[in-house]
């Protein structure tokens, strides 16, 4: 069964202080592996595609990194706009359905 | 460019009436997709549509209804509301090719009492 686990489920930050985010996947050939941010009372918000393991990609102070069963999600030197919900989710190559995790909720204090 | 709008942003229903969500993209996307949120269970796939004139049940279809009449509308009924159905729902769209990204609505905020 295809499935997504992310850890920890809250994580509490100083500004400044780096931490990763988890996500472990099990699914019957990926297709993708992608990052959304979440705000409260909003949408989710497209940050990064991951398609094979060893990418990786970058959008200012966050990195995504990609391996065969997991994928983590590095914040270096957080600010207080960081703070949001990080969802993971996976495409399946069969069935093309989004598959997501429960998220991450992230509190970057200042 | 708008992207993903979805309206209403609130309703409240009281049990046994009925209403449709409306989902509109502007990308020219022919895959559309009505998600819910519920806290501790993530976002879960009620119904999707691969194109115009056509859908498709996802992971929780009970209770739900969709039509997909115009390619940049995707249109959502509930037509007994229940009180389970209070949720949050959000709309998606993405290309038919890679990269396959799916671009979310703000959703809307259903609460039925």
């Known amino acids: 069964e295809d499935q997504v686990t992310q850890s920890p489920e809250a994580l509490r930050l100083q500004e400044g202080e780096s931490s990763s985010l988890n996500c472990s996947y099990t699914?019957?050939?990926?297709?993708?592996l992608f990052w959304y941010r979440q705000d409260p009372g909003k949408g989710p918000e497209f940050l990064f595609t991951?398609?094979?393991a060893g990418e990786e990609k970058e959008k200012e102070r966050l990195k995504a990194t990609l391996t065969k069963k997991e994928s983590f999600l590095h914040i270096t030197a957080p600010k207080p706009e960081d703070s949001a919900t990080y969802l993971c989710?996976?495409?399946?190559?069969?069935?093309?359905?989004?598959?997501f995790g429960q998220g991450t909720t992230l509190q970057v204090k200042p | 460019n708008a992207g993903v709008t979805q309206t209403p942003k609130f309703r409240v229903l009281k049990t046994g009436q009925s209403m449709t969500l409306l989902c509109a993209q502007d990308?020219?996307?022919?895959?559309m997709y009505w998600y819910r949120q519920d806290p501790g269970m993530g976002l879960r796939l009620i119904h999707y549509?691969?194109?115009?004139?056509?859908?498709a049940k996802g992971e929780v279809p009970d209770g739900y209804n969709v039509s997909r009449l115009k390619k940049q509308n995707f249109l959502l009924g509930l037509e007994s509301a229940a009180p389970s159905q209070t949720s949050v729902y959000f709309c998606?769209?993405?290309?038919?090719?890679?990269?396959?990204?799916?671009?979310f609505g703000p959703g809307t905020r259903l609460t039925v009492l």
């Open positions: 991951l398609y094979s």
């Open positions: 998606a769209s993405s290309m038919t090719s890679g990269p396959y990204t799916q671009y």
């Open positions: 549509s691969v194109g115009e004139g056509t859908t």
């Open positions: 989710a996976v495409q399946a190559s069969n069935t093309g359905k989004l598959i």
């Open positions: 699914v019957s050939g990926l297709r993708g």
């Open positions: 990308m020219n996307h022919e895959y």
